[in-house]
């Protein structure tokens, strides 16, 4: 993930009469419109800052969003794009440009990184017109309303979610959104909130999905399971069937949400997915957590919730609700540090906090919602401070010099790959699990590593462990790459060991330091 920098249309004359007539003003330098910083999953692999730390232009069209993405130097050179008024079919057209791939239908987020859109002024609402990410990472959505997204009848746009991602798809985080159709499939809604198709470390916070026969799926089908490292937290879930979400394969955490009149079913954990489902408030529904509409069984771990006026069905081959009772059946690891509100409080917190136009409001943890500083601003001139990226590493690399062995070795790799500096050379184990370990002559003190994947294979480690080899010890657990903390600890042979992978991982450095 490259750090990010934000952009702004250039100053060209032709430039900006293209930017003038597409509804884009172009501002001077200012600190991000976004406000706080990602939470959950999208944490993790390095972070997500989306277009923080550079410069910022405004839109009032979709043709002005697409335009702002077209004219950027590179498709990942970072920008924050602030939105003002509606979005829809009459003022979205295709922008061309080599930074950029977009659609007149939908606000396409293609093939791009570094990308922050944020609602500001009197709101941003997405009027049947969807915001479609695909082979893109680095990308944060927030305070903007998507609203009557169809896939049949007229007119459509994004397969009919209101926000998707799809193929290969990174670090994503979607915060202060509301998220509403007016119907279900046969009113010609899909999705309010689909991932597909190698879709990770993505974060749903403090938004709403509303009146919609489907809240959002992760996973197209049972044999797509590359997805994954999902979290959802301060969500309202109101007046859905069912997806809410449905979940097939992978890792998803929900916490502190809000689930109120799910007719049909809500959690669907199947098809081996793993969901922690902590001090949430189901209130005035049906088979809110479960395994349903499938012999695919998947998992979950409760703890904290309200079950208030919920209903249960029986169990049958193709239905395996979690009530009236429900019980863990796995345990999920959690990587990243989290707060939980008292699911007593929920209610409240959310609707004070979810949502767009709320005034970017969160939990401190405590039941009590406060106001983040800055929240949206007018462009002001200026120069700005860069907004830092993701703590790296300080100090001497500690495996360079060091040795290196492992549990195994593909073809055309080598233990000591991982500690050569070179990111171009990579270890990869045999099959999809496999450890790699430094070792010293000494026993020096170790309090942190960073894992950086080969490229290409962003993402591909899942769960693993660090371990002090000689002592046998856990030192961390988690998953993702990047870097992870642990005491100081001081040993001869340190292992990272990966217990779970997409495909085969690649570890191009293994870097070690005393922290």
């Known amino acids: 993930m490259r750090r990010p920098v934000v952009l702004r249309l250039s100053g060209a004359l032709a430039t ?5 007539a597409a509804g884009v003003v172009l501002s001077t330098p200012e600190v991000s419109a976004a406000a706080g910083g990602a939470t959950g999953y999208a944490t993790q692999n390095g972070g997500t800052t989306g277009g923080s730390g550079g410069r910022t232009v405004r839109a009032t069209t979709g043709t002005g969003i697409h335009a702002a993405l077209c004219d950027r130097a590179s498709s990942d050179t970072p920008i924050t794009i602030e939105v003002e008024g509606t979005i ?42 969807g915001i479609h990410v695909r082979d893109s990472s680095n990308i944060i959505i927030q305070n903007v309303t998507v609203r009557n997204v169809k896939k049949s009848g007229s007119p459509t746009s ?24 007016s119907g279900g499939e046969s009113e010609g809604f899909d999705g309010l909130f689909d991932m597909k198709n190698n879709t990770r470390y993505v974060t749903l916070s403090y938004s709403i999905l509303r009146n919609s026969g489907r809240g959002g799926l992760v996973g197209s089908s ?12 301060h969500n309202l879930y109101e007046n859905i069937d069912s997806r809410t979400p449905l979940l097939r394969g992978g890792t998803a955490h929900i916490y502190n949400s809000h689930f109120v009149g799910i007719s049909k079913s809500g959690i669907n ?63 999920v690891s959690i990587p990243y540090s989290y707060s939980l509100d008292d699911a007593g409080c929920v209610p409240d917190v959310v609707s004070q906090t979810a949502g767009a136009d709320k005034g970017l409001r ?28 993701p703590t790296q590493p300080g100090g001497t690399n500690l495996s360079i010099g060091a040795g290196s062995d492992g549990s195994s070795k593909a073809d055309g790799t ?30 020096p003190t170790v309090s942190m590593i960073n894992i950086r994947e080969a490229a290409g294979s962003e993402g591909d480690i899942g769960s693993w462990q660090v371990l002090d080899h000689d002592a046998g010890t856990v030192l961390a657990s988690g998953s993702g790459a990047g870097v992870i903390d642990f005491a100081r600890t001081s040993l001869r042979k340190l292992t990272f060991r990966i217990t779970s992978s997409t495909g085969t991982p690649r570890v191009a450095e293994f870097e070690t330091y005393a922290g």
């Open 158 to 181: 994004n397969g009919g979610d209101a926000i998707g991602m799809e193929s290969n798809v990174r670090n994503v985080w979607v915060d202060h959104t509301t998220l509403e159709a």
């Open 88 to 129: 829809h079919h009459g003022n979205t057209s295709k922008v061309s440009g080599d930074s950029c791939d977009t659609a007149d239908d939908k606000i396409e987020l293609k093939q791009i990184g570094n990308v922050t859109i944020v609602g500001v002024g009197g709101g941003a609402v997405f009027d049947q017109i």
């Open 16 to 20: 900006m009469a293209l930017a003038a």
């Open 269 to 331: 954990s199947r098809a081996g997915a793993h969901a922690k489902v902590d001090s949430n408030y189901f209130r005035d529904s049906k088979d809110v957590l479960g395994t349903f509409y499938t012999d695919e069984a998947g998992y979950w771990q409760v703890g904290g919730n309200i079950f208030d006026n919920v209903t249960w069905s029986g169990p049958g081959s193709e239905n395996h609700p979690a009530g009236p009772d429900p019980q863990s059946n796995t345990t």
């Open 222 to 233: 049972e044999s797509d399971r590359s997805n994954g490292f999902i979290t959802y937290h």
């Open 414 to 443: 080598s233990y000591g790959n991982v500690r050569d500096g070179d990111m171009s050379t990579y270890w990869s184990p045999t099959g999809s699990t496999g450890s790699i370990s430094i070792k010293w002559d000494s026993n």
């Open 362 to 389: 969160e939990s401190d943890g405590n039941c009590s919602p406060q106001t983040p500083t800055p929240g949206p601003t007018t462009p002001t001139p200026g120069p700005t401070t860069p907004t830092p990226g």
